[in-house]
């Protein structure tokens, strides 16, 4: 089974089993915190322990993030933190972890940069799993996806497929 992760507070989650199967496809678990007077998402680590441990993983594939333009500090600053606590667990659980550029694996997936092109092709590649991708909000559940499935194919030769 390979895992496939979207890092961020809006960022998803998928694993494929052996045939192609698409066994998950969600968003990433985040909870609600009080920080001074306002609310803000938080990753919810445990959650995302408990549901990496509920899955015989061979392998995870994270996209490989980095700052992007126009961005708040702070904001860079908590998508920063989401993508390290991710990697944390990962390697704290002791699981085979790959990183891939977002052109990397959107070249393989034969996608472009475009959230509507990845729920697109998601849905393409994996029919079962397209009403997961059906509104705008899930393009990080299809970044997910695409990621794994990528994944599927350079980590198991026998699936060179679509």
């Given at each position: 089974m390979i895992a496939g992760i979207d890092p961020g507070l809006s960022g998803g989650i998928a694993i494929i089993g052996e045939q192609g199967t698409v066994l998950l496809v969600d968003?990433?678990?985040?909870?609600?915190?009080?920080?001074?007077?306002?609310?803000?998402?938080?990753?919810?680590?445990?959650?995302?322990?408990?549901?990496?441990?509920?899955?015989?993983?061979?392998?995870?594939?994270i996209e490989r993030v980095s700052a992007r333009p126009r961005q708040g500090v702070a904001s860079m600053f908590r998508f920063g933190y989401v993508s390290g606590a991710i990697y944390g667990l990962v390697i704290g659980l002791q699981l085979p972890v790959s990183f891939i550029l977002p052109v990397q694996w959107q070249k393989v997936a034969r996608c472009g940069p475009s959230p509507d092109e990845g729920r697109r092709r998601g849905a393409e590649l994996?029919?079962?799993?397209?009403?997961?991708?059906?509104?705008?909000?899930?393009?990080?559940?299809?970044?997910?996806?695409?990621?794994?499935?990528?994944?599927?194919?350079?980590?198991?030769?026998?699936?060179?497929?679509?």
């Open positions: 968003d990433l678990p985040v909870h609600q915190v009080i920080r001074g007077k306002a609310k803000k998402a938080e990753l919810d680590v445990a959650s995302l322990r408990a549901l990496l441990l509920s899955h015989p993983l061979n392998h995870i594939v994996y029919p079962a799993a397209a009403e997961k991708l059906s509104r705008k909000k899930d393009s990080g559940r299809a970044d997910a996806l695409l990621i794994a499935h990528v994944g599927a194919q350079m980590l198991l030769p026998s699936r060179q497929a679509a």
